[in-house]
Each structure stands twice: as C-alpha cells, then as structure tokens.
C-alpha cells in the first residue's frame, strides 16, 4: 500500500486506476474490503473520515485500486481541508491511468448535496461511474428497493453514465456484483485520448450527455469538489 498526502508523492501515472469516493460514515472502507475480499485493506474505524491520505493498493498486472479521503463528516481544520481538495482536485482532473470511479452512498441517505456536487464535478472527465448503495441491510427489503428505483430514476436524469446497485459489507448483498463493476473498470486498457477537462466556472450550463471511457465528455451542473472533511 501507498499513502499520499502530496501531489509530489502521487505514483508514476501508468497502468489501470479505479478510485473509490463516498462521504464519511457511508461504509466506503468495509466496501473496499469485502469487494476485495480481505478484512483489513482498508482501516475501518469507528471513527468516521479517518481515511485522511490517498491509499494505493497494488492488485498486480499494473492495477491499483485508490481510497480517497471521505468528505462531508470528521471536522478537520480549514488548511488542512484545503490540502485536500488540492490534492484530489489534480488527481480526479489529470490522472490518466485513472480509469473510472465508484461512488459509495449509503442507501438511506443517498445522493445527498455532496453526493451530487461529487458527480457534477467527475462527470466533466467523460469516465464512468458506479453507484454503490451501502448499508441496505438496515432498510427493509421493500424499502432498499424503493430507495434503488427513486435514485436509479434521478441518476438517469441528471447523471445517465452512472451505473447503481444495492450493497451491504455486512450481509454480502450486492458483493458479486460490485466485484463484477470493479473488474469491468479495471479492464478499460485505452487512456482517455486526452487530459481529463478541467471544471468550467459555476453557473455554465452544459448538456448532460452518456460517458465514454476514451474521453467523452459528460454533463456537469456545478462543477465543484466536494469539500473534504474526513
């Protein structure tokens, strides 16, 4: 595993990256493990945005899958916060070997104000995302698959590339298929055919269109990072 803080820490930009996002307390690392099934790759804590660095971790064959800090929870201070938007700003823009990003939201309180300023700024970079609907266990079954149409219909309107699905590191719903996700990701071999678009000023309107893995441009409403807290 590699930890970065600084841009002059990042790794060579080569091979295959797949980078997991979410707000703090969404279950982001118990997703990374039970999809890798490996209990402590990712640090869980019960502390919520501890995840305070970019971890790489080496799959083999030039792949890497990269735990980005959870936003939205944890109180950190306005320098450090900053630093942190900085650092993801750059990577989640330029990153060639950066192949596409899942998302991770938990099922009760999905696409919250973060969730969608999170989507509106990636979408610009023409790569695909995946929607990872955690926690599920806690709602019933009806409820879970209330929760998945009603945000599978807004992911259609406002974000089309998006893919989604229902997931619970605690029961194994959902864990074949994120896996599935991951490997499809993983095996997008062709680089964008250019650098990822930088955010245009908020308030420019562009028209959402599909995703395409070799650059495509997509739509974004307010193109803005999420702010890091944790």
């Not at 600084?6 to 980078?19: I, K």
Request: charged share 25%.
């Amino acid at each position: 595993m590699l930890s970065v803080g600084e841009l002059s820490q990042l790794p060579p930009d080569r091979g295959v990256e797949v980078a997991f996002a979410g707000r703090s307390n969404a279950g982001k690392s118990s997703a990374i493990n039970a999809i890798c099934a490996r209990r402590k790759l990712a640090f869980v804590s019960r502390t919520p945005g501890r995840t305070q660095v970019m971890n790489f971790f080496d799959l083999g064959s030039g792949r890497c899958l990269v735990d980005l800090p959870g936003y939205g929870y944890a109180k950190v201070p306005s320098a450090l916060q900053a630093r942190w938007e900085a650092l993801l700003g750059a990577y989640l823009r330029t990153r060639r070997a950066l192949r596409g990003l899942i998302l991770v939201m938990d099922a009760r309180h999905p696409l919250t104000a973060l969730d969608r300023r999170m989507l509106d700024w990636f979408a610009v970079t023409g790569r695909p995302v995946h929607v990872l609907m955690t926690k599920a266990d806690k709602l019933s079954r009806q409820a879970a698959r209330r929760q998945r149409i009603e945000t599978e219909e807004a992911l259609a309107q406002l974000y089309p590339a998006c893919s989604l699905q229902l997931f619970s590191s605690a029961t194994s719903v959902g864990v074949e298929q994120a896996r599935e996700a991951l490997s499809r990701l993983l095996a997008i071999t062709d680089e964008p055919s250019e650098p990822a678009i930088a955010p245009r000023e908020s308030g420019t309107a562009t028209k959402s269109v599909e995703s395409r893995p070799k650059g495509g441009r997509a739509a974004s409403r307010q193109k803005k990072t999420p702010g890091q807290r944790g």
